[in-house]
């Protein structure tokens, strides 16, 4: 289960580095990022025992 979670949170990461650096503007969209972040948290609970 440990392996499944270190995946989420690797893959969550990778998913708001990508976001970040392809938004055109520089300006970072906080609550995009947030909601993304707050959307795969919810995820990884439900996948959880």
Same mark, same amino acid.
Do not use: G
């Given at each position: 289960?440990?392996?499944?979670?270190?995946?989420?949170?690797?893959? #969550?990461? !990778? *998913?708001?580095?990508?976001?970040?650096?392809?938004?055109?503007?520089?300006?970072?969209?906080?609550?995009? #990022?947030? !909601? *993304?972040?707050?959307?795969?948290?919810?995820?990884?609970?439900?996948?959880?025992?």
């Amino acid at each position: 289960m440990k392996e499944k979670l270190f995946l989420a949170i690797a893959v #969550t990461s !990778a *998913i708001l580095c990508l976001y970040d650096w392809s938004s055109p503007i520089r300006v970072r969209n906080t609550t995009q #990022t947030e !909601a *993304i972040a707050d959307h795969i948290a919810r995820l990884q609970l439900e996948t959880l025992p």
